[in-house]
């Protein structure tokens, strides 16, 4: 499986009465030793797991989960081992089924396994701010190289010739002939080629900008780098950009560089821009809170927006855990709070509510960001989560 916005959607809605599981591994390539730390960590949380497991009351379904977790070991094995790609790596599979899904991506998810109804998610939306599609165009004079790029792994996806058209002016490039005072016409024709060629060039660059962004819109980048010398990026940008898309320029020539180092080059670019961009979204989320616009802060006043199907960019971080109740309708409040009319006991606590929103809004449509454990809180001064409202 490829991670991105789709296969997300696509786990965020398998189920299994009995339980999916979710396994998560984060290798270190530098310990190449039989047993690894990074392993044996993974193997504790499944130790663990199995523990709980042993525990449940329920025959039937305890019987189910241990049978199926013995089932899955050599697929865990394979999942583990030194040589497999990916240094974050994730496994579900549900109880009652025999398929399981793998994927793996160059990002830290974790060491983690969980049984729930459904997959756990949160590390793969963590993973996904800042390492989803976006794309890379490399322009030189003769050529455009697009490459899609994900989680800091480069493709070449597209290769464009730039083509001139100038056989009715190329004569110009050559000597004038060899009469005296020539050489000084031939450096002038010279001169003119060079200019022409230049214009051409640009016009060209121009004219492919709306197949430039037809291939983002495919791809579904939200952020483009363009790259290579000053004056050619600057003609591509164009139509490029949107209120969805950001564009980065990037005075850099990289006609000789292969797809992952070209990838390497423009990751950091990638993901200064898009925590920029949540910036400014966050802003914007807080301004129209406290102006009484389409904006939220805070825990119980975005819940409440939830509950009332108002929110349309959701922002959440990746080291908070939050927690709270629901009702047995599925609306579900904070912990301090208690829905009128619902006596406490009928409530349904929720150990998890990012992990449940997160699902909710894949489903839903809504659009959900998890800022990154590793990067600045930028929700530090909203209370737990913010959002962008419909209305």
């Known amino acids: 499986m490829i991670l991105d916005h789709t296969t997300l959607r696509d786990l965020a809605r398998m189920t299994d009465e009995m339980g999916v599981l979710s396994v998560y591994a984060t290798a270190d390539p530098r310990d190449r030793s039989s047993a690894p730390a990074w392993r044996l960590q993974v193997n504790r949380a499944i130790a663990e797991l199995r ?12 019987f189910a989960q241990l049978e199926r977790l013995e089932a899955i070991e050599p697929e865990l094995e394979s999942m583990l081992a030194n040589g497999e ?3 974050g790596r994730a496994l579900f599979a549900p109880v009652s089924g025999s398929e399981i899904h793998r994927l793996s991506v160059q990002a830290d998810l974790g060491a983690r396994a969980v049984l729930g109804q459904q997959p756990y998610l949160t590390p793969l939306a963590e993973a996904l701010t800042l390492g989803a599609p976006a794309g890379v165009v490399a322009l030189s004079h003769s050529t455009v190289r697009i490459l899609d790029v994900r989680f800091g792994m480069g493709e070449e996806v597209r290769t464009i010739p730039v083509e001139v058209e100038s056989e009715d002016w190329r004569a110009m490039r050559g000597p004038a002939g060899g009469h005296p005072g020539e050489f000084a016409r031939a450096s ?8 022409r060629l230049e214009e ?3 016009r060209y660059l121009a004219s492919i900008r709306p197949q430039v962004s037809a291939i983002a819109d495919e791809y579904g980048w939200d952020t483009i780098v363009v790259t290579g010398d000053a004056q050619l990026v600057e003609t591509i940008r164009g139509t490029l950009s949107t209120t969805k898309r950001t564009v980065v320029l990037l005075d850099r020539v990289v006609e000789s560089k292969s797809p992952a180092e070209i990838a390497a080059l423009a990751r ?21 809170a406290l102006s009484g616009g389409p904006g939220s802060v805070g825990l119980s006043d975005t819940l409440g927006a939830w509950r009332e199907g108002r929110v349309e960019h959701l922002f959440l971080h990746g080291a908070r855990r939050l927690s709270g109740h629901c009702t047995r309708d599925g609306r579900c409040f904070p912990s301090d709070e208690r829905p009128p009319g619902e006596p406490q006991e009928s409530l349904i606590p929720e150990p ?14 809504v659009r959900v960001t998890v800022l990154p454990s590793r990067v600045p809180d930028l929700l530090a001064d909203d209370g737990d989560m913010a959002a962008i409202l419909r209305w």
Do not use: K, W
């Open 352 to 365: 998890d509510l990012a992990e449940r929103l997160i699902r909710e809004g894949l489903t839903s449509g």
């Open 51 to 62: 523990s709980e497991v042993n525990d449940i009351e329920d025959r039937r379904r305890r």
């Open 268 to 288: 950091p670019e990638i993901e200064t821009a898009r925590l920029e961009r949540y910036r400014e979204l966050l802003r914007r989320a807080r301004e129209a």
């Open 200 to 202: 051409h060039v640009h």
């Open 188 to 195: 002038t024709q010279g001169d003119l080629f060079d200019r």
């Open 85 to 87: 790609p990916g240094m």
